[in-house]
């Protein structure tokens, strides 16, 4: 084998499409579920009749919000490189967000609640719960960051757990057919004691209180869901029951290693986005960036375009990086984290400086550029914040606990 | 001349041309040079001071002396000479090294720790490269790793790659002496790219022999906002040959080589020259700078050097001075990626073993995000380092790649510096340590043009 970063041979097919798909379907669109916040965009289901359509077909290479399922092994090929799934999901996605990351996040079947299915369920809830739309609670009014600090319970009563509390900040809470509810079982146990829980939206006792208004990403609805006394099947718990100390946090964590490249590569496609508009429209007013003489001896605006580009170029092969290394089988808590780290921070850097480099135009409704600068910075927030990647690449490149390094 | 003359104030010693000097100025300049006189000295009204090491210090222009050696001429003039193949490409998103990629890799980093560390401290002193080391790196192959094996050399395909990991695994060791270690093989890389079956013939089997001659590839030059695509030094015709004229900076172990790549301009274009360090018109001065030290940096002057018709490297329409740019930042990359590397590796376990308020300041956020930035910063360096450097190896188009590599290891490397010296905090500031050497080496990205090539 060799190094090569390119993206693979039999990816381009698929990242072409998604690229036609963002370009032609969600583009024209865009702007209007900006204006229009908490309307459906009913486009989306043919969309997503046809995105199951093609990964029925097995075109999709697997991509999309349930691509970060690791694959049991592969026996003989055990030694090949894999480009697989997660690789497959990552650069589609982020075709996908060039187009729009608002319309991405509300496609339906695609939610972040999917992901956590795909990473943690086993083989009989993979099955059940196939072809349902699943949105991700996690966050509650008390806390965010610190998910350890989860106040919903669930209490086992029979066969079925019965939930309480109340979710927010929860992505397609309104649309999507069921919600993977973070929950503890006993809250005296600390973090091994937190479970997720599949609950199908018509539970009695689920109610969507109220739908956020947003500085971006409003394509995409954003909920209060309160569960009161809200009965769930107990084979609705994803992975193991066992309230394991020794394990702790870890078994639930391990959904984020999956999902933080997945928010990496929106960061990486929404911020394109901003520099492929500006390259143009700074070539229109007679600004191109020569790669090959010294930056200094441009101008100030191609200088920083370069300076933007090659960190958003990092942030790309960081989430990259990261989704090989699922695909391969590898640990990749540390590279997740750095590629959302890079990512989300480079995300609000690209697009912010490009409305900058635009100026009025940049800055107008007039052009998508504002749009882009409003929907990078949820990217740096959700699926952990920047100072989280940070402190868990810290953690890790220090080998320190949380107790040492808090 | 009178006094006052010699007083004139501006463009000396850091001073902008336009500051004036006023009676009290002139007084204190005046007093200065007679504190530098010898005659204090001779009345003994001074102690005496530490002799200064002579050999870090500009000595002057020498004329080139040591030519020792005589280029026989060989192989067929104006024929095409061999050239390495591209590497296959899988297709496949990939980042392990190949197995040969990796064996090499390997050899280099227990030299790197074993040798190139431990010699790093003195050779930075001494501006000079420990000659038992040089012979050492000649061991492991260095200079014949870009050298296709029909010529002699170990490559069987384009090692853009193989070199670009090579170079950092070498800085990791030391940057100075990575380059020190390097100059010779870039010569020989850029004469199996571009060379005639003539030059290849007449140069290679020198690299290939157990006596390699120290080269440099002279592209930089003393210059304000220096764009190495324009150089000022000119090449001309005369004759059947060339005349050069010019002055090239940041030029390694320049006072030892016996061969140069020069670049020059020629009708336009920018052209790299072979010149053999016996010919007249060139002359030689010690340029010690930041860092980068021990690669013994040097200024080269070319006062109507002749040289011969075959002394053209490559094309003259610009294609090729512009390949070697290209590859010339990809090695730097490369380094500044072994550089960081070093730092990352040096603060992590002293972060953790220095105490303020009670505990390890590793435990502190400010501290710790640091490092954290470090991390994530030079693992984008790396990728974006090893995706130009596949491209290249590939022999497809690299031209932005390397750019936004080059770009991103400038700014993120000197950080990376800057934060490995405040992380140690005084203990950074004093050589006890040796990240403050880090921090000199890294500021040499982005400025460091040519002098080493993958």
Redesign the interface.
Known sequence: ??????????HRALVDQAHQVAMNMLRPISRKYDIAEHEYPKELDMLAAMIDGLSESGASEGAGATGVRRDADDGDKKNA?K?GAN?ASVTSVAEMCWGDTGLLLSMPRQGLGNSAIASVANDEQLERFKGRWASMAITEPSFGSDSAAISTTAVLDGDEYVINGEKIFVTSGERSDCIVVWATLDKSLGRAAIKSFVVEKDTPGVKVERLEEKLGIRASDTAVITFTDARVPKENLLGSPEINVEQGFAGAMATFDNTRPLVAAMAVGCARASLDLTRDLLKEAGIEVD???????QSAAAAKF??L???W???R??T??AA?MADNRKPNSL?AS?AK??AGRVGSDVTLSCVELCASIGYSEEELLEKWARDSKILDIFEGTQ?IQ??I???R????SSA??? | MSLISNLKPGGKHGVPSNESRDPIGYLVAGLNRLAQTDLLDKVRLRKPTEQAVFSVTRTGFKTMTNASRTFAKAGQKGQPGTRPTAAASSGVFDLTPGEDEQMLVDVVTEFADEVVRPAAFEADKQCAAPEALLKSSLEIGLPILGVPESLGGVSEERSAMAGTLVAEALAKGDMGLAVATLAPGSVATAIGLWGTDAQQQTYLPAFTGDEVPAAALALSEPAVLFDVLSPSTTARKSGDGYVLNGTKSLVARGDHAELFVVGAQLDGKPVLFLVESSTEGLSIEGDPAMGVRAASLTKLVLDDVKVPADAVLGETDGSTYTECVRLSRLAWCALAVGTGQAVLDYVTPYVKEREAFGEPIANRQSVAFMVANIAIELQGMRLLTYRAAARAAAGKDFSREVALARKACTDKGMQIGLDGVQLLGGHGFVKEHPVERWYRDLRAIGIMEGTVLV
């Open positions: 084998m060799a190094i090569n970063l390119e993206v693979p041979k039999k490189v480009n690789l790669y090959d003489r010294p930056a200094l001896l370069l300076q580009e090659a960190d170029e990092a942030g092969l960081l990259l990086q090989w590279e750095m780290a890079k100072q940070q402190l690449v810290a953690r490149v220090l080998g320190l040492e390094l808090k």
